[in-house]
Each structure stands twice: as structure tokens, then as C-alpha cells.
């Protein structure tokens, strides 16, 4: 994530960092007024996002799987020895909507920083 959005800075227009140095910005107000609103032009900053909270959620998931006690995991986990598919068939459908709802969310966040020529 952090390689991927080090690569947006790096990549964006060089008027835009002299525009910080100019105003005086601090580095706060240069990553939200010039790094950010530039870096969505080529979905950089989603995609440094977006990736890792997928793999996230997949190793979430797992790794509940393998330790147990809580969680959609251990719940799939228990279905599948109680030999219940339904269930499982169910909570993999729910896997699936909570991944979906997070890429949603992460598509409306990308919207408001997009830039806008």
C-alpha cells in the first residue's frame, strides 16, 4: 500500500509540488490539496487501498478458519464438519456481499478525492 501510493506522489504533475512549496504548504495540507486530488487520475491511491483490505479480508477469514472460537470462519469451519452446505453455501454468499460493500465504500471515498479538470 504504502509503495503504491509512494508512486502516485512520484507521478504526479512537478507544478503541483512547486504549487505546495510556493503556498507554503505543510505536508499535511500537501498530501489532502495536491497528492491526493492528483493521484486518482490514474486510480493509484484506490488501488493502493483497495487491494490489501481484499487480501485482508481473505486472510481474516482464514485465519479463523484455523484458530477458531469466533467469526464467519469458524462459523464456515463448524457448518462444514456438521456436514450443513446450506449454511456454508450461505456464509460464503456473505463473505462475498461484506467484499462488495467494501469495495463500494472504498469506490465512494475514491469519488470524492477524484480530480476534476
Known sequence: MLINTSL???????????????HEA???????????PAGPRRNQPSTAC???IGIAWLVI???????????????????WNNLDLTSVIFSILMIGIVGMLL???????????EYQE
Open 61 to 79: 477469514v482464514a485465519a479463523e478458519m484455523l484458530v477458531g472460537g469466533t467469526g464467519i470462519g469458524y462459523y464456515v469451519w463448524n457448518e
Open 103 to 113: 469495495d463500494a465504500a472504498l469506490a465512494s471515498v475514491n469519488r470524492l478525492v
Open 50 to 52: 483497495a487491494s490489501p
Open 8 to 22: 502516485s506522489a512520484w507521478t504526479c504533475a512537478p507544478r503541483t509540488g512547486s504549487w505546495a512549496r510556493t
Open 26 to 36: 505543510c505536508h499535511l495540507k500537501t498530501a489532502f490539496l495536491v497528492i491526493l
